[in-house]
T-cell receptor, first 114, second 114 residues
Framework: DAGVIQSPRHEVTEMGQEVTLRCKPISGHDYLFWYRQTMMRGLELLIYFNNNVPIDDSGMPEDRFSAKMPNASFSTLKIQPSEPRDSAVYFC????????????FGPGTRLTVL | SQKIEQNSEALNIQEGKTATLTCNYTNYSPAYLQWYRQDPGRGPVFLLLIRENEKEKRKERLKVTFDTTLKQSLFHITASQPADSATYLCALDVNAGNNRKLIWGLGTSLAVNP
């Protein structure tokens, strides 16, 4: 199994540009989570999906952030327009079902907004 | 306010000794508590889960305790090895409205010296 796949691994962009992060969860996993990690705030849940449907987006910082899951094998997190304070590592994680507690994380995307 | 705290200072120990990491929380009532390991440039990896009605859980050289009265979990690595050097994260599995989510500590950095 390839595990959770994220792309790109690194992204450097300028303030105001649109950024799209991509995630492919483990096949058969019904839940997909997007997290942001910074030194000051640690891991923060942004949004999670169950069977491609967004369940809880209360962690999405503001309207500049949006996430979609058009099918069971693909999700995107978009930031438009990006700001320097969005610089962080963004992780995608998946889990088979809600009764299964362990989350499987991807390698993350390191985003730098100049 | 709700908080989850881990040792903020890095922990340095000698190979072969037992490492003990602490996770304290306030104003949460977690059903489960999880421990993850994170290496630089990688996503967290699940290690152990302990339920609210369990006092202790073991897995090979790892031991986790959970005291819901003290609102504290201790994570022990016995016979530590340099390969155990990493950041260790605790995460509370809590109910938030109709949803369950993981709330994460900032992590404790462990260095095992040969």
């Amino acid at each position: 199994d390839a595990g959770v796949i994220q792309s790109p691994r690194h992204e450097v962009t300028e303030m105001g540009q649109e950024v799209t992060l991509r995630c492919k969860p483990i096949s058969g996993h019904d839940y997909l989570f997007w997290y942001r990690q910074t030194m000051m705030r640690g891991l923060e849940l942004l949004i999670y999906f169950n069977n491609n449907v967004p369940i809880d987006d209360s962690g999405m910082p503001e309207d500049r952030f949006s996430a979609k899951m058009p099918n069971a094998s693909f999700s995107t997190l978009k930031i438009q327009p990006s700001e320097p304070r969005d610089s962080a590592v963004y992780f995608c994680a998946s889990t088979p079902n809600r009764a299964h507690n362990e989350q499987f994380f991807g390698p993350g995307t390191r985003l730098t907004v100049l | 306010s709700q908080k989850i705290e881990q040792n903020s200072e890095a922990l340095n120990i000698q190979e072969g000794k037992t490492a003990t990491l602490t996770c304290n929380y306030t104003n949460y009532s977690p059903a489960y508590l999880q421990w993850y390991r994170q290496d630089p440039g990688r996503g967290p990896v699940f290690l152990l889960l302990i339920r609210e009605n369990e006092k202790e859980k073991r897995k090979e050289r790892l031991k986790v305790t959970f005291d819901t009265t003290l609102k504290q979990s201790l994570f022990h690595i016995t016979a530590s090895q340099p390969a155990d050097s990493a950041t260790y994260l605790c995460a509370l599995d809590v109910n938030a409205g109709n949803n369950r989510k993981l709330i994460w500590g900032l992590g404790t950095s462990l260095a095992v010296n040969p």
